[in-house]
């Protein structure tokens, strides 16, 4: 028996069809131009020889995606379509396995905006009509790159958005990851594309500093639950299109619509069997809490967290999960909460918080001290390691001290509690020292570790007024010393606030509370959230001592502030030792 040969083309070839491009091509990203190889003879219908050239420029050919591929021919010109911007790619690796070069993500974003304008402008460099030279994403420039994105073609334009049923492997990056098809998301280029930007700019600065150091735990136990959970792909492709539209990269109806179809699907999760889905249900809307606090609207937080104490009720409290790591991203999560807005725990109760033991181990590492919690040491012993100046030591000290005094009021009841004229009078001392201090002349050349010092200044002297005058901290930022902060935090990098996560943690905590909904309070507060739980991923005890520590200093400020109190200050003219005897 004589066997046929098979003409039909290989699986990574392409396949034109009328309607679009193959699903070979479309389901890849970043996307790769459909593309026909010329045969040797284009009339011959049982298929000839191909060219060994395929390195050849002119051997290769886009196909048009809005006619017929049969009408092609070897003299017919190249089709340039125009391309999507694509993202400097993190591979899976970097996050299974760290490294200590860091990757900001803002960077990341300014990076992506520029390629968005460059692919805006046409091959003779003249800008088209509607871009503008500025920073701003006006209505025109965003709806050119929304038309980009989609190539300005119809097939492509319906092909976006049309599900791909076939059970071939993603390509390219999402190789790396898992076959796209078995996770339960539309598997759409859009959402291919969100995807992939949320796994490599998205998910990296969830609990790090800088976006570069994952903890291991996050590596080994969160990121490979996002990959599998029956709900989680789909509130990363939210989150990506939030960061997106956050960026000024896409128009905010995308991530309202995916927002409505992401909570018509944990409603719809919530209703089955709370015994099985539970603790997914919690992990979820955890993640829906991070959203609106870093992207969204500081209102919509607090529905989120009603709803996660009303579930926590069904499983018995914190006490009675069985899910140990999400019950320690909760209560990391509601302190942070609770610092970044000066209010109550929505989870605990102030009793349970008190009571919770939290010991801290003496050997962790000198770089997570934070100046809330007691050490054996000092900052002034360990400065050297610190790379911190006698200055910002002695100030650091002082504060240690101020806040140890606050907090034995509540974790040492045992004890005489401090009277709270002296602990006013002890914080109007320090600052008035700290005020001393002449402000920095920051210029071009100015060292990194002055403007640290500097920096420590600013926290000092707003945590210090805060206590001495019982007012909440937010009270105590004016618009210059927000000015101030903004810069020098832009100015240090996180990379180097990542040499000293323990003081950058205090730092944010301080200046939180001030934060608008506004771009640069976002920031603030999603920084000090990845650093809170950098450190708590990292030690889950010292990072949750270090938020509950700050968090009731704020609560003795509110609580305090409501009692009348005398002048302090002519107590805060002798001195704290002469105070101390009062």
Not at 398 to 416: G, K, M, Y
């Amino acid at each position: 028996m004589t066997v046929q040969p098979d003409h039909r083309m290989p699986m990574s070839w392409c396949n034109p069809r009328k309607d679009g491009p193959c699903a070979n091509c479309l389901r890849r990203y970043p996307p790769v131009p459909c593309y026909v190889q010329e045969l040797d003879d284009p009339n011959d219908g049982h298929g000839a020889t191909r060219k060994n050239s395929l390195q050849s420029e002119h051997s290769l050919r886009f196909a048009d995606h809005g006619t017929s591929s049969g009408s092609s021919s070897s003299t017919s010109p190249s089709i340039q379509e125009p391309q999507p911007p694509t993202y400097s790619a993190i591979p899976l690796s970097r996050i299974l396995h760290p490294i200590e070069d860091p990757y900001p993500y803002h960077e990341a974003i300014l990076a992506i905006k520029q390629e968005i304008k460059q692919a805006i402008v046409d091959d003779t460099g003249e800008v088209q009509p509607g871009f503008v030279e500025d920073e701003s994403p006006s209505e025109n420039k965003l709806e050119l790159v929304h038309k980009r994105l989609k190539f300005m073609d119809p097939g492509m334009q319906e092909a976006m958005h049309k599900r791909l049923d076939s059970p071939r492997m993603v390509g390219g990056v999402l190789s790396m990851l898992n076959t796209f098809n078995t996770m339960p998301v539309k598997t759409t280029l859009r959402n291919t594309e969100l995807f992939h930007f949320f796994h490599n700019f998205v998910a990296p600065t969830f609990c790090s500093v800088d976006g570069g150091s994952i903890p291991p735990l996050f590596a080994a136990e969160i990121l490979p639950w996002m990959m599998k959970s029956p709900l989680m792909p789909n509130v990363a492709i939210l989150m990506a299109s939030a960061a997106q539209n956050h960026a000024g990269m896409v128009k905010h109806s995308e991530t309202l619509m995916i927002k409505a179809h992401v909570l018509s699907l944990v409603n719809k999760f919530i209703q089955e069997d709370f015994f099985l889905v539970g603790n997914q249900a919690l992990r979820i809307v955890i993640h829906l809490v991070v959203l609106e606090l870093f992207w969204g609207n500081a209102e919509s937080i607090w529905p989120h967290m009603q709803g996660i104490k009303q579930m926590l009720k069904l499983r018995g409290g914190l006490q009675g999960m069985n899910d140990p790591l999400n019950a320690h991203v909760l209560i990391v999560t509601d302190y942070e909460l609770a610092c970044a807005f000066e209010r109550e725990l929505d989870l605990q109760s102030m009793e349970s918080a008190i009571a919770t033991q939290l010991p801290i181990r003496d050997n962790y590492p000198a770089r997570a001290r934070c100046p809330v919690l007691p050490y054996p040491t000092t900052f002034q012993e360990c400065k050297e390691t610190l790379s911190l100046s006698l200055t910002a030591a002695e100030i650091l000290d002082d504060v240690r001290f101020l806040t140890t005094s606050i907090t034995a009021c509540f974790l040492l009841p045992e004890l005489e509690p401090t009277k709270t004229s002296k602990i006013q009078s002890t914080a109007a001392w320090l600052h008035k020292r700290i005020s001393a201090i002449p402000p920095l002349e920051i210029v071009s050349i100015t060292p990194t570790s002055d403007i640290i010092i500097d920096t420590i200044r600013l926290s000092a002297l707003v945590y210090t007024s805060a206590i001495q005058t019982l007012t909440p901290l937010s009270q105590n930022f004016s618009p210059d010393l927000q000015e101030r902060m903004y810069s020098n935090l832009s100015l240090v990098g996180l990379h180097n606030w990542k040499e000293i996560p323990g003081i950058f943690l205090w730092i944010l905590l301080v200046a939180a509370p001030c934060a608008k909904d506004d771009h640069r309070g976002r920031f603030l507060r999603k920084q000090m959230a990845c650093t809170g739980m950098a450190i708590g991923l990292e030690d889950f005890l010292l990072g949750t001592a270090c938020l509950r520590a700050f968090w009731l200093v704020q609560r003795w400020i509110a609580r305090e502030g409501l009692e009348p109190h005398g002048d302090v200050d002519a107590e805060a003219e002798a001195g704290p030792d002469t105070a101390s005897q009062s």
